[in-house]
């Protein structure tokens, strides 16, 4: 079975500091990791993906994630943000095998920009 | 651009009552899947499908069933609802065969049981 682990439910942070999201996940195999962004009134969109190769993995809007296996975590980082940044923000777990259809959700960070 | 349509934003329903939510992707995905989203839990699976007319239970299939004729069309069926299944829900679509594939998600549906 596969878990994760979103242990920040809501996250406030003044415009133009960085700010980090935490995510770490349980599993016995090998996995993919996803960030997922909901802004108000709409459904989910990929942030960010690791499949393979490089642990650190960035997004087209400032976003970067790092696979860290030891530490089985794949926190979300952003130097500076921005107002528009304001959204939840999931964390998902999909294994390589078996179940590899399934992706299993955290239960979301709320980010919280304020000027 | 990938397109996944959820037919109805808002719904209210009564107690009882057997209700319908209707997704339909453009993409050709044989995947599709339908979550609950509940403040405080994420998302929670319900179903979801192979392809043409094949369905596995997620986690919390209890109260639902669903239906999947055509490819591009994949419904919920609350045969009863109850307040508790009061709640948004997310469907979604994926192409098969690539696994760590992108899952695309419509725009969700506002399910109030009353």
């Known amino acids: 079975a596969q878990s994760v682990t979103q242990l920040d439910s809501q996250v406030p942070v003044f415009e133009e500091a960085p700010v980090e999201l935490r995510c770490n996940y349980s599993s016995s195999v090998s996995v993919y990791l996803f960030w997922y962004v909901q802004y108000p009134n709409q459904g989910l969109q990929l942030l960010l993906k690791y499949l393979s190769g490089s642990t650190l993995v960035e997004s087209i809007n400032g976003f970067e994630a790092e696979f860290n296996k030891s530490q089985t975590s794949f926190h979300l980082r952003k130097p500076s943000v921005h107002i528009s940044d304001t959204a939840e923000y999931f964390c998902?777990?999909?294994?390589?095998?078996?179940?590899?259809?399934?992706?299993?959700f955290g239960t979301g960070t709320q980010l919280k920009v304020e000027l | 651009d990938v397109k996944v349509t959820q037919s109805s934003r808002y719904l209210v329903k009564r107690t009882g009552e057997k209700v319908f939510l209707e997704c339909v992707q453009d993409m050709d995905h044989e995947n599709m899947f339908w979550y609950r989203q509940d403040p405080g839990l994420g998302l929670r699976l319900i179903y979801f499908s192979y392809d043409v007319k094949m369905k596995e239970k997620g986690d919390i299939p209890e109260g639902y069933s669903v239906s999947r004729e055509k490819k591009e069309r994949f419904s919920l069926i609350l045969e009863s609802a109850s307040t508790n299944q009061t709640s948004m829900y997310l469907c979604?679509?994926?192409?098969?065969?690539?696994?760590?594939?992108?899952?695309?998600f419509g725009e969700g549906s506002w399910l109030t049981v009353v």
């Open positions: 998902a777990v999909s294994s390589l095998t078996g179940g590899g259809n399934k992706l299993t």
């Open positions: 979604a679509s994926r192409m098969t065969g690539v696994k760590g594939n992108t899952i695309y």
